[in-house]
């Protein structure tokens, strides 16, 4: 009774009820009632009626409705967010074995369509109980899964990432409902929905494995195991990415990457401005840059005994570091917050000048460890210099310098390595010649005049 529709259906079989019933107290009374055209008539509705139900009884028979299906899991504990489980999860949501029927021509994996078929019945479940987007559950889900159907290289692995990565929600949130009375069957029940606990990726895949599918993954047991391990991996963490555990097979690193560009390509809008990160974005990022700024130092390969053209750069000694920007954008991405990889498009980085080399550059500078100029050479208009180390090509390349009293367990550990005995190149192109030759000319110009803006001492 919790739909007015279905309030009003019934009040209408009531009033049939008490307007037969009415009608044949009539016409025994007032007008005689011939018996046996009023008995073939009960024959004739009640056959009908029968046969109907029959009918239908045979058409669900290959159908099987579950209003509680249970999913045999049961948890006890308190994980890192402080959320504390003691119940059986049991979602008492229609999971009709017949799913899907509009996406029934896409080639759905039988995952797939178990989740899109699961997640049906939370069409009118909130994303988001603050107020801030009014997608259901259902449509934020489907939202993703298309977008994720659109990037290159996804499979069926990664389409049902996207749909389970917020089952979560299907708990985390309860429903609190004031239901009205018969005589008031035109009124809709009010739905309120409250948080019963803190929704994240750990509970969102213990809802996915429960899903019947899910256990046959693969073609073998090795397999099976590798794919479950990926899945699962990439949901539980997908809002925690410093937690992915270091021996994380690459499928599940790929799952988790596209879930994050699969969300990424869903805000993406026909009008959209270009890109421009908020204060408070820029703010976030460069404290992240800051917080890993020795870390992802410390993991370059900048030995300058060994330059190849895998290094990341090489250390010139005296805390000097030339490095190839691109090289450290690339393993701050895999740092850095889902948020701040999404605010600065860090989801997919190309090898060329990207969107967010200035910030990068900036946040450097802000730290006190970017080198400005190098042998008097200002750098080109990406911010980065063209340079060549014992014939390798650093195409994009900056200078750090880091300084003791700064940070002095980084200096420590860069003045291990040995002395740069090689030679650091300037590539340059005709821009790049007349910038030189018009930083020298003003080198000249301040030398000129420096001496010039002396006073004479007389003789």
């Not at 029927?101 to 994996?109: F, R, T, V």
């Amino acid at each position: 009774m919790y739909d007015p529709r279905f309030r009003f259906t019934l009040l209408i079989v009531l009033l049939s009820f008490v307007g037969t019933t009415g009608t044949l107290i009539y016409y025994f009374f007032y007008k005689g009632l011939n018996w046996s055209q009023y008995f073939h008539g009960v024959l004739n509705i009640g056959g009908s009626v029968l046969g109907g139900c029959l009918f239908v009884l045979i058409c669900t028979k290959f159908i099987t409705f579950n209003k509680n299906k249970k999913t045999g899991f049961e948890a006890s504990y308190i994980d890192e967010t402080g959320t504390g489980f003691n119940f059986p999860v049991s979602l008492s949501k229609f999971l009709p074995e017949m799913v899907a029927p509009p996406y029934s021509n896409q080639s759905l994996s039988e995952l797939e369509a178990q989740l899109i078929g699961f997640l049906n019945s939370y069409r009118n479940w909130p994303y988001d109980i603050s107020g801030e987007s009014k997608k259901s559950l259902y449509d934020h889900a489907i939202e993703q899964w298309k977008a994720m159907r659109s990037l290159p290289n996804a499979g069926p692995l990664h389409y049902a990432a996207a749909l389970a990565q917020d089952l979560s929600l299907a708990y985390a949130f309860q429903e609190k409902r004031k239901k009205y009375p018969l005589s008031q069957f035109w009124k809709r029940d009010d739905v309120r929905f409250s948080r019963r606990c803190v929704e994240h990726g750990g509970l969102s895949a213990t809802i996915l494995a429960t899903m019947p599918a899910f256990k046959t993954l693969g073609d073998d047991i090795k397999t099976n195991q590798k794919y479950r391990r990926a899945i699962l991996t990439a949901i539980r963490y997908r809002d925690n990415p410093t937690s992915i555990p270091v021996n994380c097979d690459p499928l599940g690193k790929d799952i988790y990457e596209s879930l994050h560009k699969a969300y990424q390509k869903s805000l993406e809008k026909a009008d959209s401005t270009g890109f421009n990160p908020a204060e408070n974005h820029i703010k976030t990022f460069n404290h992240e840059i800051y917080s890993f700024f020795q870390g992802v130092l410390k993991e370059l390969d900048i030995n300058p005994a060994n330059v190849t053209k895998d290094s990341d750069g090489v250390y010139l000694g005296g805390g000097v570091l030339m490095v190839s920007l691109c090289h450290m954008v690339r393993r701050y991405a895999k740092l850095l917050t889902p948020t701040s990889r999404g605010n600065f498009n860090l989801w997919d980085i190309p090898s060329e000048e990207h969107v967010s080399w200035p910030h990068f550059i900036q946040a450097f500078r802000d730290i006190g460890a970017l080198r400005e100029t190098w042998d008097d050479i200002e750098p080109g208009k990406s911010g980065t210099f063209d340079l060549k180390a014992n014939n390798i090509h650093f195409k994009h390349a900056i200078f750090l310098n880091i300084e003791r009293e700064k940070f002095p367990e980084l200096r420590q550990t860069l003045d291990t390595y040995p002395t740069w005995q090689g030679l650091i190149e300037m590539q340059k192109n005709e821009e790049s010649l007349l910038q030189e030759v018009q930083t020298k000319a003003k080198n000249v110009d301040k030398m000129i005049q420096t001496v010039y803006s002396r006073p004479t001492v007389a003789n």
